[in-house]
């Protein structure tokens, strides 16, 4: 039914144990369900005595847009959900999205300012808000109508650039309010040594191949 990616560095203990939380509360909150890890750090020494969750090494430069497809086309359910590896998911946070019956979701994280004001389920196209890069649930019919993720985009923009891909084939996403996943925030980005590369850089390139003006930054 449901294919999770998760995307990881476990660079440390804290990080690793990070994700392993993300996948235990995953399997709790839902139990048709196939994990896959996609891991960077190949010395992480993951035990999981779960047939649900498989664990893939990749050894190259991070690319969330193009992990994302990878992990992808490793499964063939019905639905894809694309996570961090920061994320605890509550109970029933899938069936909240089943019960929507739309092709693109994003759960509700309850301590995200941007969300907390959702009174019921909202289609729109404002990113962090009916978007949530670090966790959204699509039908595999859809992602592949899009030629999967745009891998242009390594990490930030990564949502926005899907965000322009949904809009040309007029799908705007949905916000499911019951659906309940805390975002613990980005903690592997305070790790890396080429943040500007991750973030900033990225922004130009969205602004100038979307011709937007993110942020006020200008194409």
């Known amino acids: 039914m449901l294919d999770v990616i998760i995307l990881s560095n476990a660079k440390n203990f804290d990080l690793f144990k990070m994700t392993v939380e993300t996948v235990y509360s995953l399997l709790e909150s839902n139990s048709d369900v196939t994990i896959f890890i996609l891991e960077q750090n190949e010395k992480s020494e993951y035990r999981f005595r779960n047939e649900k969750v498989k664990v893939f ?27 961090n590896n920061d994320l605890l998911f509550e109970p029933n946070w899938f069936r909240e999205i089943l019960k929507a019956n739309y092709p693109i979701c994003s759960p509700r994280c309850p301590v995200d300012i941007r969300q907390k004001n959702v009174v019921a389920n909202e289609i729109g196209e404002e990113v962090g808000r009916h978007l949530s890069g670090w966790c959204f649930v699509m039908k595999r ?19 926005n650039s899907l965000m322009e891909q949904l809009l040309a084939i007029d799908i705007k996403p949905m916000l499911v309010r ?3 996943v805390e975002h613990l925030g980005s903690k ?12 900033i850089d990225q922004v130009r390139k969205f602004n100038k191949k979307y011709n937007k003006n993110l942020f006020g930054w200008g194409v």
């Open 57 to 83: 090494f990749i050894n190259e430069k991070f690319n969330y847009n193009k992990f994302a497809n990878i992990g992808a086309r490793l499964g063939h359910s019905e639905y894809i959900c694309i996570a």
């Open 141 to 159: 019919t859809l992602w592949q109508d899009i030629d999967g993720f745009d891998e242009d985009f390594s990490f930030w923009c990564a949502d």
């Open 178 to 180: 019951n659906s309940i």
């Open 188 to 199: 592997t980005l305070k790790t890396v040594d080429n943040r500007d590369e991750l973030t």
